[in-house]
């Protein structure tokens, strides 16, 4: 892969500095925010544009969508569903990033299922996860089959330019290969390890006494994950099992997972929302889901 430039180096060192600013903005000023935002939409759209204003050259850890709203007359409709789903997800989680109470994920399950147009739970086939709110990680991306490296990896240069530089993990994922060989590789396999996710399968409730019938299950399960800090979603499958308790992250996302959630703040971690998904005739594809 080509080096980067001075340019571009400024440019990664001033989107980390930013984006950090962003998350503190947003731990101190929440609250305020959220205030805001429960009057009306329009109050809403106009206090919090002027607040942007005000906090340039980086926007707040709001919507992404809050940056165009003063240039795109037609973005105020997007600007409402994005901030009042981040607002209400944000009414609902604890301010500490921590397992959920029974009711905290009473009112995250009743938001998601209200707000997108696929269903999630906290349990399938009676197995749940240790947690469902947590920090992720990047992680590297995954051997597809035997002899899968970084040059065959990619369909198009403009995706091994974005995502090349993450490499390939040294050992397989939990479940090894996604296809046997090149030849028989699928669309679903490549899929499966692009929106990827690493979950700690291996500390999941009765994991330890039903170790054969937790793997199977877990190979390739459909989740919905989402960033609470901006409604960013996507369906995707675990991939692996991971990360270790130590590292202080309780998941870890593909590199085209972590770009899209908007979790690559140069500390790659941040926290997430991760549940299962309702999909038993496997029809619900892989990759970013929109608001309704």
């Known amino acids: 892969m080509p ?4 340019y571009e180096k400024l440019r990664d060192k001033w989107i980390g500095q930013h984006q950090a600013l962003q998350e503190k903005l947003w731990a101190r000023h929440g609250e305020a925010f959220h205030s805001l935002v429960n009057t009306t939409r329009s109050f809403a759209a106009g206090s919090l544009g002027s607040l942007l204003l005000l906090t ?15 240039a795109n007359e037609n973005a105020p409709h997007e600007f409402d569903k994005s901030t009042f789903f981040v607002t209400d997800l944000m009414n609902a989680l604890p301010k500490e990033v921590q397992p959920l109470t029974g ?7 009743s938001i998601l299922n209200r707000d997108f147009d696929v269903r999630v ?3 399938l086939q009676g197995i ?9 990680g990047m992680e590297q991306h995954l051997a597809r089959y035997p002899g899968d490296t970084l040059e065959t990896h990619f369909d198009n240069a403009v995706d ?5 530089k993450q490499g390939m993990a040294p050992g397989l994922g939990a479940w090894g290969y996604f296809a046997r060989s090149f030849d028989s ?3 679903e396999d490549k899929a499966r390890e692009k929106y990827y996710i690493a979950v700690q399968t291996f500390i999941a409730p009765g994991f330890d006494e039903n170790v054969r019938e937790y793997i199977t299950f877990f190979k390739y399960r459909k989740m919905l994950i989402v ?11 675990i991939g692996d099992a991971g990360p270790g308790r130590s590292t202080g992250k309780q998941f870890g996302g593909s590199p085209e997972v972590m770009k899209y959630l908007e979790r690559v703040d140069g500390r790659q971690k941040g926290p997430v929302i991760v549940y299962f998904l309702e999909d038993p005739d496997n029809t619900v594809p892989l990759g970013p889901v929109s608001l309704k």
Request: charged content about 20%; hydrophobic content about 35%.
């Open 3 to 6: 080096k980067k430039s001075h």
């Open 56 to 70: 340039s050259p980086a926007l707040p850890a709001l919507p992404s969508q809050v940056s165009s709203v003063i």
């Open 103 to 109: 009711p905290e994920e009473k009112a995250t399950l």
């Open 121 to 123: 739970t906290p349990e």
């Open 128 to 136: 749940r996860l240790e947690r469902n709110y947590g920090y992720i």
């Open 160 to 164: 091994a330019q974005l995502y090349g």
């Open 185 to 187: 590789l699928t669309e």
């Open 227 to 237: 960033n609470p800090q901006n409604g960013r979603a996507m369906v995707v499958v």
